[in-house]
């Protein structure tokens, strides 16, 4: 069974810092891209970053490219997201998810229960 | 990359039939078949109902069904039940190295 456990949300203030994680179980992590999509309070769900399975490819919102980076760990299954200069609509719940492939952009078949992250000073 | 557009809501009774439309342009729906439509119940995860516009993942039921039309994709969901009263997302591929774009997302309510 997949399993995606996201961790690392937490109250920031605006112009902070915050890297949150995700580890995955229960497939060959490195064979599949993999996902932050955010939802901000009463809005929609958002993509914010790809990153292919090799994590030869990484790809960003443009209202986060500059400020976000993602990265993965294949040899301990795990996904983060380095976020710095956050601003209030940053805050949202971030969702970690699990391509279908090694490097789609739009086909995601598992996803965790998410991370809350409240920016606000 | 502009979201694609979605209904803000639908309603339906139970055992009905609810299509739910998402209209891109040349660019996205009506060029590529990479459409997929996500189901979300608040404080719950997303799951991938249909992908490549008209596939099911396993465990997914048949009730559920995808296709296209030039610039619009429709999600059509047979037999309703209560369970499925939701949030739909579509969500469409754009183009090499660039991220996809979901729709706005439409609320079913199953009456």
């Known amino acids: 069974e997949v399993q995606l456990l996201e961790s690392g949300g937490d109250l920031v203030q605006p112009g902070g810092s915050l890297r949150l994680s995700c580890v995955a179980s229960g497939f060959t992590f490195s064979n599949y891209a993999m996902s932050w999509v955010r939802q901000a309070p009463g809005k929609g769900l958002e993509w914010v970053s790809v990153?292919?399975?090799?994590?030869?490819?990484?790809y960003y919102a443009d209202s986060v490219k500059g400020r976000f980076t993602i990265s993965r760990d294949n040899s301990n299954n795990t996904l983060h997201l380095q976020m710095n200069s956050l601003r209030a609509e940053d805050t949202a719940l971030y969702y970690c998810?699990?391509?279908?492939?090694?490097?789609?952009?739009?086909?995601?078949?598992?996803w965790g229960q998410g991370t809350l992250v409240p920016v606000s000073s | 990359q502009s979201a694609l557009t979605q209904p803000r809501s639908v309603s339906e009774s139970p055992g009905q039939s609810v299509t739910i439309s998402c209209t891109g342009t040349?660019?996205?729906?009506?060029?590529?078949?990479?459409v997929s439509w996500y189901q979300h119940h608040p404080g719950k995860a997303p799951q991938l109902m249909i992908y490549?516009?008209?596939n099911r993942p396993s465990g997914v039921p048949d009730r559920f069904s995808g296709s296209k039309s030039g610039n619009t994709a429709s999600l059509t969901i047979s037999g309703l039940q209560a369970e499925d009263e939701a949030d739909y997302y579509c969500c469409s591929y754009v183009g090499r190295n660039t991220l996809g774009v979901f729709g706005g997302g439409t609320k079913l309510t199953v009456l």
């Open positions: 040349t660019s996205d729906v009506g060029y590529y078949n990479y």
């Open positions: 490549d516009v008209n």
């Open positions: 998810a699990k391509g279908m492939s090694m490097t789609t952009v739009t086909k995601y078949d598992s």
């Open positions: 990153i292919a399975g090799n994590g030869a490819n990484t």
